[in-house]
Every structure is written in structure tokens, then in C-alpha cells.
């Protein structure tokens, strides 16, 4: 089966830098993905790594790590509206994504 | 702009009752997905389709079913809705099966009573 694993909570100031981190346990992993979901909406795509290292976005940067089962979505320069939930998820042989439960991010002034 | 649509944003019904949730996406997906969110289980997949006709069981099958007679729609049914049904239902589509990214819809929050 697959696991994932990310904090349930986190809080950060405005204009800030915050790391989620997310470490998985899968079997013939393909890639991790993050999404970003404000409450009442749709989660949103945001980011895909399948290789190592960092893939940057804007303000947002996700980072993975093959060997470590591991990953992280950085979000800089902190705003009121990234208060959210992000999920990690992995893809792996032929089966969907599986998400983690998600992380609630509170931005605080 | 791509866009998967769900028929109800809020829909309440009773224990026992057949339930219909539609979802509808333009952007001639092959794949489509249901999900059930409950707070602090994040998204649990229910079933997926890779194709017209044919379908997947994904984590948490039991009491749903669902139907793809048509590549854009895809539909959820509870037989015989149940109160631990009561939740939030969400509808993605992907390019490929595999695809790190899908699209989602608004989602319908179902209540059983």
C-alpha cells in the first residue's frame, strides 16, 4: 500500500518563508504532487516533481528526494490568502494519486 | 479555461433514498475520479474511470457505484444512502491515469439525514 505523511498544522507570519514537509511510502513511485485548497473551494494544482531536486514557481518551490521518500512545498514571501490546506500525493506503477490528509497553513499578520 | 462541473453544491437527502451525483468536464479527459473528503482523513478515492464504459474501484468502494456513458460525464450513486454518506464529494479529471495533475470540480456536500 501507500502512505503519506505531512504535518496536520502549521503557522507562519506574513511575509515569511514556511516548509511542509511530506514523506511517503510507496511501491514504484512515479512522482509527488501539491495542492493548494482554501476552505470551501476546490484543491488546486500546484506543483509535480518525478525527479530530484527543486522545481520553482513564483513565490512557491517544491523539492523531492527519491532516496529519502521525501519532499517539501516552500512557500516564500507569505500572504493572508496562502492561508490553506496542501496535500501532498503520490502516483505510483498504474494507480491514481493518493493524497495525504493535508496540511492547514495559517498565515498570521 | 478547463472546467469540471458538479450538478449540486449542496444536496440533502434521507436514509435509504437513491442519490445521483453528476460530474461533467470539457476538456475531453480519458480519466475521471470521485472522491469523499471528511475532515482530517483528506481525500479518499472512491472510483475512477480510464475510459468510457469501464471503471476502477479505488480505496473506499463499498455503498457507491458509479456510471461513464459518455468521455465528459461521470456519475456517483449511493443505492441506498446511509448517514456515515454524509460528506463532501469531489470530481477530477486527467489527461492520463498517471497524470501528477488533475482538475478539479466544486464539489457537492452531501448530508444524509
Known amino acids: 500500500g501507500q502512505s503519506l505523511e505531512q504535518p496536520s498544522e502549521v503557522t507562519a507570519v506574513e511575509g515569511a518563508i514556511v516548509q511542509i514537509n511530506c514523506t511517503y511510502q510507496?511501491?514504484?513511485?512515479?512522482?509527488l504532487s501539491w495542492y493548494q485548497q482554501h476552505d470551501g473551494g476546490a484543491p488546486t494544482f500546484l506543483s509535480y516533481?518525478?525527479?530530484?531536486g527543486l522545481e520553482e514557481t513564483g513565490r512557491f518551490s517544491s523539492f523531492l528526494s527519491r532516496s529519502d521518500s521525501y519532499g517539501y512545498l516552500l512557500l516564500q514571501e507569505l500572504q493572508m490568502k496562502d492561508s490553506a490546506s496542501y496535500f501532498c500525493?503520490?502516483?505510483?506503477?498504474?494507480?491514481?494519486?493518493?493524497f495525504g490528509k493535508g496540511t492547514r497553513l495559517s498565515v498570521i499578520a | 479555461d478547463v472546467k469540471v462541473t458538479q450538478s449540486s453544491r449542496y444536496l440533502v437527502k434521507r436514509t435509504g433514498e437513491k442519490v445521483f451525483l453528476e460530474c461533467v468536464q470539457d476538456?475531453?479527459?480519458?480519466?475521471m475520479f470521485w472522491y469523499r473528503q471528511d475532515p482530517g482523513l483528506g481525500l479518499r478515492l472512491i472510483y475512477f474511470?480510464?475510459?468510457?464504459?469501464?471503471?476502477e474501484k479505488g480505496d473506499i468502494p463499498e455503498g457507491y457505484s458509479v456510471s461513464r456513458e459518455k468521455k465528459e460525464r461521470f456519475s456517483l450513486i449511493l443505492e441506498s444512502a446511509s448517514t456515515n454518506q454524509t460528506s463532501m464529494y469531489l470530481c477530477?479529471?486527467?489527461?492520463?491515469?498517471?497524470?501528477?495533475?488533475?482538475?478539479f470540480g466544486p464539489g457537492t456536500r452531501l448530508t444524509v439525514l
Open positions: 510507496t511501491s514504484g513511485f512515479y512522482g
Open positions: 477530477a479529471s486527467s489527461l492520463t491515469v498517471l497524470d501528477g495533475e488533475q482538475f
Open positions: 500525493a503520490v502516483n505510483s506503477g498504474n494507480t491514481p494519486l493518493v
Open positions: 516533481n518525478a525527479l530530484d
Open positions: 476538456m475531453d479527459h480519458e480519466n
Open positions: 474511470s480510464y475510459d468510457v464504459k469501464m471503471k
